[in-house]
């Protein structure tokens, strides 16, 4: 099987790369920067890359990889908790509102990059936790950890909201 | 709350920006990288063997001249090199002539094809500072750079074109003598603790960055290792030391120009990581990465391995020290086996 140019690969993989950048991100504009600069790096890179089994993977490897070790200013663009108070108990067995993603989203925003990265390689890309520690270069139990203090930091996060809206004003 | 994270990443997938729109930015980031900065085309590290630069502490809020301390290189071979090193440009001209307070490293420098660059990390303990200046042939400044929209204005006597973007700065000027310089700064945080300040202020040290660059320095590029032999035809064209992935050389004609469509030349460059730790991570990822699987003969005494591919032929010499190895990676004019050992037997390591 003849392998892809550069050029191929971008076409073809970079709508996938840019949406899995967006969800590491959170920001349009950093998921863009971080693209590029990976792109750039994966591009002198190419002949190892292409000879690799799954280009793919390798590259977002090297995004993921990129991301955790960034140097951008995640906290001053990302940390926009929203001030608005709970308007009332939510009513969380009705199916998730656009309001309530929004919420998630922005919580996201709060997590250290490892935490939110394994999630979102957990919950977005699906991937078995043998398979993300790999990507991390780290072990399963390491991804493990990661995982169970985001989502406890989730959970505590709403669940002290949701105590604050309980409280009588 | 597993389910609300996926429903919440899938109903925020609309953000991703336009992929053709990034292919375009990408591609033009490669044709200028290809100009501007043909000595990093091979993006690993590799060492240049020459003399060393050093790290300098900023004090203050005043200039601060980074002053290269020459260190020989070669900290006492176990055994004197049987050859010189081949000519490299491995020197640079460019140099910042001021940098924010702070402990400064060099973590890149590099000089190929007619092009330099040299980028400085300045850290306060809690923030950090990157700091990239540039100089090119030509005399057209950029159109276009990564995002956002530039504008021309005029800083200590040049004509500056300058993006300002948020935690990132960049600007580009026609130099007096000829040649483009070009300066990036990008503000960063070390370890999430905290950040640095505004556009504002960065655009203020790039400006004050710009205006203070040096282009009458003799700076040797640090180098860990050099070449000592060279296929007919090729000279070495580019010498590239980074701080975390070491010191690479390109080899190619002495005429041969930087271009969108230049080919993979050779080169030879150290990589952080050992025959062992590669195989160990291609097994964890079930992946081929396209290394050296083939053991060779022994070249000064490490252990080698051939690529198995047919083309393009590498060679791998292992653990030249601790945890670091080097590629050898053939291209027009190196194209077989015997044109890598070549190269490795004449590799002068320290």
Redesign the interface.
């Known amino acids: 099987m003849s392998r892809a140019t550069f050029?191929e690969f971008?076409?073809e993989e970079?709508?996938g790369l840019?949406?899995y950048?967006?969800?590491l991100t959170?920001?349009?504009?950093l998921?863009?920067?971080l693209?590029?600069d990976v792109?750039?790096?994966a591009?002198?890179?190419w002949?190892?890359?292409?000879?690799?089994?799954?280009p793919r993977?390798?590259v977002k490897?090297m995004l993921t990889r990129a991301f955790i070790s960034w140097?951008?200013?995640?906290?001053?663009?990302n940390i926009v908790l929203s001030d608005d108070p709970v308007d009332g108990e939510p009513e969380r067995d009705h199916a998730?509102s656009?309001v309530?993603?929004a919420d998630?989203?922005q919580r996201?925003a709060t997590l250290?990059?490892q935490q939110r990265a394994v999630?979102?390689l957990r919950?977005?890309e699906r991937l078995t936790d043998s398979e993300i520690a790999?990507?991390l270069g780290c072990t399963d139990g390491t991804v493990r950890g990661y995982a169970s203090r985001a989502?406890t930091a989730?959970?505590l996060n709403i669940t002290a909201e949701l105590s604050n809206a309980k409280e009588p004003t | 709350m597993t389910q609300q994270l996926r429903d919440t990443f899938l109903a925020h997938e609309h953000l991703a920006p336009n992929a053709d729109l990034a292919l375009e930015a990408i591609e033009h980031r490669i044709r200028t990288r290809r100009r501007s900065r043909a000595a990093v085309t091979g993006a690993v590290v590799a060492v240049a063997g020459i003399v060393a630069g050093a790290s300098v502490v900023a004090g203050g809020t005043h200039r601060s001249t980074p002053a290269p301390t020459h260190i020989p290189v070669a900290k006492q071979p176990t055994a004197p090199p049987t050859r010189a090193a081949l000519p490299a440009p491995a020197h640079l001209t460019i140099a910042a002539g001021w940098l924010p307070a702070g402990t400064m490293h060099e973590v890149i420098a590099s000089n190929g094809f007619g092009s330099q660059m040299r980028g400085y990390d300045v850290s306060t303990g809690a923030t950090s500072t990157y700091v990239l200046i540039s100089a090119e042939p030509g005399t057209a400044l950029p159109t276009s750079y990564k995002r956002g929209t530039p504008r021309d204005v005029r800083i200590g006597g040049h004509l500056v074109r300058e993006w300002s973007v948020d935690d990132w700065y960049h600007a580009a000027f026609v130099r007096p003598g000829g040649g483009v310089a070009t300066i990036e700064i990008e503000g960063g945080a070390n370890q999430g603790k905290g950040a640095d300040g505004s556009a504002a202020e960065l655009a203020a040290v790039g400006q004050h960055v710009l205006t203070a660059m040096r282009f009458d320095r003799h700076d040797p590029i640090k180098a860990d290792f050099a070449i000592g032999y060279l296929p007919p035809g090729l000279a070495v064209r580019s010498v590239t030391r980074d701080k975390s992935s070491g010191t690479s050389y390109i080899l190619a004609p002495p005429t041969a120009k930087v271009s969108d469509t230049m080919p993979d030349y050779t080169t030879v460059s150290e990589l952080p990581e050992t025959h062992a730790q590669l195989a160990q991570g291609a097994s964890r990822s079930h992946k081929k990465p396209g290394q050296p699987l083939t053991p060779g003969r022994p070249v000064k005494g490490h252990v080698t391995y051939l690529s198995s591919d047919t083309t393009p032929t590498s060679l791998w010499v292992d653990s030249v020290r601790p945890g670091v190895s080097i590629q050898i990676t053939g291209g027009p004019g190196a194209t077989t086996a015997n044109d890598l050992y070549r190269i490795a037997d004449g590799l002068i390591l320290p």
């Open positions: 050029e971008a076409r970079l709508p840019l949406r950048a967006v969800m959170g920001d349009r504009e998921a863009q920067d693209v590029q792109m750039v790096k591009h002198s890179r002949r190892r890359i292409e000879a690799a089994d799954h993977l390798y490897t140097r951008r200013r995640w906290a001053v663009r998730l656009i309530d993603r998630v989203w996201l250290p990059r999630l979102v919950y977005y790999t990507m989502l989730l959970r």
